[in-house]
């Protein structure tokens, strides 16, 4: 939900400016300064997760990338219309949703129109599983998109910084329960139950030794 309810408020809040006419010219440069800052941060976080890293937390990038977009929003209410490229950039972030709204009336592309709309408005899930300081599983779902969460080794790097290695495990399931045990400096065992509780031992458990640095099956 952080996505949704970042873009309402955001869309009411330009809507409302609309309506009242309101003018501020402070407000609107101090909230340029932030969308610039904000879409250097959603580039950079682009340009990591193409080559398989991010920021630190689950949910950094999405909130970034939300308030990207909502910043925009509200410059378009703050905004006069006019003919140049900054206004019709401000204007195609507004139009977005409505032209989003607009595809999944049309047959032929309302598939792809509808996994656009999930992959830009819908929040995955995640949860993770702490290995120690420095490393954790993650499992991630996507909703209706995800039969199965994705399973991937999370490895800090630079304070800020995570790499990301994904698919590191295909149990086909979501997990009941999860256990850790670090062995040596560079690997961990890692016992999933698919079903049941891990005292009782449950059904369909994986129970393997990966490496932390590769993210490899032993």
């Known amino acids: 939900m952080i996505t949704i309810t970042i873009l309402g408020i955001s869309y009411l809040a330009a809507l409302s400016i609309r309506i009242k006419n309101a003018k501020a ?13 904000l879409m250097a941060l959603a580039i950079i976080s682009l340009f990591l997760s193409l080559n398989g890293y991010g920021f630190k937390g689950a949910q950094t990038e999405r909130i970034i990338f939300s308030l990207y977009a909502g910043t925009g929003l ?15 950039y401000l204007a195609g972030l507004f139009a977005l949703p409505f032209v989003l709204a607009f595809g999944l009336i049309i047959p032929i592309v309302r598939t792809y129109v509808l996994m656009l709309a999930l992959t830009l408005y819908a929040d995955s899930e995640f949860q ?6 420095d490393y954790a599983i993650q499992t991630k779902t996507m909703g209706i998109m995800s039969r199965y969460p994705v399973y991937s080794m999370i490895e800090d790097k630079y304070g800020i910084f995570e790499k990301i290695t994904p698919g590191i495990l295909d149990p086909q399931a979501f997990p009941s329960a999860v256990r850790l045990t670090k062995k040596g400096a560079d690997s961990v065992r890692i016992q999933l139950i698919k079903s ?5 031992g449950g059904t369909n458990s994986i129970d393997t030794i990966m490496a932390l640095k590769q993210g490899y099956l032993q």
């Open 128 to 133: 993770r599983y702490k290995i120690d300081d």
């Open 25 to 37: 010219p402070v407000l609107r440069l101090l909230t340029w300064n932030i969308h610039i800052i």
């Open 196 to 200: 049941g509780t891990m005292k009782t």
């Open 74 to 88: 509200i410059l378009y209410g703050l905004s006069k219309p006019e003919i140049n490229a900054r206004y019709y």
